[in-house]
């Protein structure tokens, strides 16, 4: 079945604790990216990949590491956690640029840093 | 970068009435527009786009309009259900995608 995927799904951790959000696809897609979801705001985006080793600053990077060495992964590393960061968390994944292709998302994860 | 702003952020209807919800976007080079709906507690999912050659784009219910003179975009809903519930989000798009801030459509029996 063709998804992406998101671990954890839900989490809980204390500010400053280093974190790392896993994301996979297994559709073979080149452009992938991380989104925040915050009451109010809509999804902004953090971080965007457009093939292996090829990373850029989304809308709110600030906080947030990003690496791409395998194309079916994209993992969101957060160095040291602050309560400003909690918000619930989106992959997504494309098979090419947006212009030219449908985004699909992961399940979610929802972060929760006291 | 790209700003979209999206109204109204709630809109409530009586089941079978029409809805409407209107976007405007600000950067020109935009030409992919996207709507997502997504339900409590799940991931956005799309429902409909079109893309700047097109100016709209009809699936059964829903329906996409794109002023690009205007930059202003629209989603239709008619013959509203009580499934159609959700928030909706519209982006827009070069490289990357920018959200709407959504609208809570609440469809009342």
């Known amino acids: 079945e063709a998804q992406v995927t998101q671990n954890p799904r839900y989490l809980i951790t204390v500010t400053g604790k280093k974190l790392t959000v896993t994301c996979s696809q297994n559709m073979n897609h080149e452009y992938m990216s991380w989104y925040r979801q915050d009451p109010g705001l809509g999804l902004r985006q953090i971080y965007y990949?457009?093939?292996?080793?090829?990373?850029d600053k989304g809308d709110v990077p600030e906080g947030y590491k990003v690496s791409r060495k395998e194309k079916r992964n994209f993992p969101l590393i957060l160095e040291s956690p602050s309560p400003n960061q909690t918000s619930l968390y989106f992959c997504?994944?494309?098979?090419?640029?947006?212009?030219?292709?449908?985004?699909?998302f992961g399940p979610g994860t929802r972060l929760l840093v006291l | 970068g790209e700003n979209v702003e999206q109204h109204p952020s709630t809109l409530s209807v009586q089941e079978g009435d029409s809805a409407v919800i209107k976007c405007t976007y600000s950067d020109s080079a935009s030409n992919y527009f996207p709507w997502y709906k997504q339900e409590l507690g799940k991931r956005p999912q799309l429902i409909i786009d079109?893309?700047?050659?097109?100016g709209e784009k009809k699936d059964q219910r829903i329906a996409v309009t794109l002023n690009k003179t205007a930059k202003h975009f629209s989603l239709h809903i008619t013959e509203t259900q009580p499934e159609d519930s959700a928030v909706y989000f519209c982006a827009a798009s070069g490289n990357n995608l920018f959200f709407g801030t959504g609208t809570r459509l609440t469809v009342i029996p």
């Open positions: 079109i893309r700047s050659n097109v």
């Open positions: 990949s457009m093939n292996v080793e090829v990373t």
């Open positions: 997504a994944s494309s098979p090419r640029v947006l212009r030219e292709a449908t985004q699909y």
